[in-house]
C-alpha cells in the first residue's frame, strides 16, 4: 500500500467513546482485517457511523476465530463501500 494512502486513512478514522454506539443500530462494516497485537492476534474492522465517518473497532479476542480468510476477503471485496 503506498504511503499517501495510508496517511489518507488515518486521517479519515474517529474516535468515540464506548458507550457511544447505538445498541440496535446497524453499522457496516466496510473493511476487517486481521492483525498481530502484543496480546495476540486479533481483528479490526472500520466501520460507518454517519456517510462520511468511519470507526476502527478492535473485536475481542473471541471473535478472532469466527473470522476466516475468505470472510475477510468477502468483506473487504464488497461493493457498497
Do not use: W
Amino acid at each position: 500500500m503506498e504511503l499517501s494512502r495510508k496517511i489518507q486513512e488515518v486521517d479519515s478514522c474517529y474516535s468515540m467513546k464506548l458507550s457511544s454506539p447505538q445498541v440496535d443500530q446497524k453499522y457496516p462494516i466496510t473493511h476487517a482485517e486481521g492483525v498481530a497485537t502484543r496480546f495476540g492476534p486479533a481483528i479490526v474492522v472500520a466501520i460507518r457511523d454517519t456517510p462520511d465517518r468511519i470507526l476502527k473497532v478492535f473485536m475481542p479476542r473471541r471473535f478472532y476465530s469466527a473470522f476466516s480468510d475468505e470472510d475477510l476477503e468477502e468483506i473487504n471485496s464488497k461493493k457498497s463501500r
